[in-house]
């Protein structure tokens, strides 16, 4: 099936670091989603991005919506425990009316050291 | 707690057996989604119901199908089970027309 490629695949790092992942896509999405997944869990919902060139912040995560539609990223700052989990962007295909498709990331590993 | 609710959690289950999934979107959420998670293919795209009518489709096999009923809740039934088909199954919600989706909890289906 469709992907989007996001990177890095993994990431190790210690408490209290920043981290950036990102998703690229070779089509143009209206909307960009970024879902934090806990194992055996659901996709939680963390942030939507909306509008090209959008920055939306919630509490520590900061996601863009790239200019080119056709990218966005994800900040976490101050990293913590908690944090764990494997984060996937996915971008909304608008096939018109309420027709609603999202294509997912392949996902980013994200592992806290305390 | 999204407020999409899935049953059963877990169902274990013989190859060439008929299962069934049921979903109940958030409320007000006329959208109902079905995902299938597989270890080597992630998040998969299934089928779109809104307000009880197939929108859209993705990577569902003749096996499967779904449907959505006048409460808004919604199964999908698999059948002639392979090994293959053991995979996490989400159901998400939306409002009219909203990218953003909801996920349940999922179903894990184990097919021995």
């Known amino acids: 099936g469709q992907q989007l490629n996001q990177s890095p695949q993994s990431m190790f790092i210690q408490e209290g670091e920043d981290v950036s992942m990102n998703c690229t896509s070779s089509?143009?999405?209206?909307?960009w989603l970024w879902y934090k997944q806990d194992p055996g869990e659901g996709p939680v919902l963390l942030i939507a991005?909306?509008?090209?060139?959008e920055l939306t912040s919630n509490g520590r995560l900061t996601a863009q919506f790239g200019i080119t539609r056709k990218d966005s990223f994800l900040n976490i700052s101050a990293s913590i425990p908690s944090d764990v989990g494997i984060y996937f962007c996915?971008?909304?295909?608008?096939?018109?009316?309420?027709?609603?498709?999202?294509?997912f990331g392949t996902g980013t590993l994200l592992a806290v050291q305390p | 707690d999204s407020g999409v609710t899935q049953t059963p959690k877990h169902l274990i289950t013989a190859t060439g057996q008929r299962v069934t999934l049921r979903c109940s979107p958030r409320s007000g959420d006329l959208s109902v989604y079905w995902y299938q998670q597989s270890l080597d293919q992630g998040l998969q795209f299934l089928i779109q119901y809104y307000n009880g009518e197939e929108r859209a489709k993705g990577n569902i096999l003749e096996r499967f199908s779904a449907q959505q009923f006048p409460d808004l809740h919604s199964e999908l039934n698999l059948s002639s089970l392979e090994l293959g088909d053991s995979a996490l199954y989400f159901c998400?919600?939306?409002?009219?027309?909203?990218?953003?989706?909801?996920f349940g909890p999922g179903t894990r289906l184990t097919v021995l």
């Open positions: 991005l909306y509008k090209a060139g």
């Open positions: 089509s143009i999405f209206n909307t």
């Open positions: 996915a971008g909304h295909v608008n096939y018109g009316g309420a027709t609603n498709k999202l294509i």
């Open positions: 998400a919600s939306s409002p009219l027309r909203a990218g953003a989706q909801f």
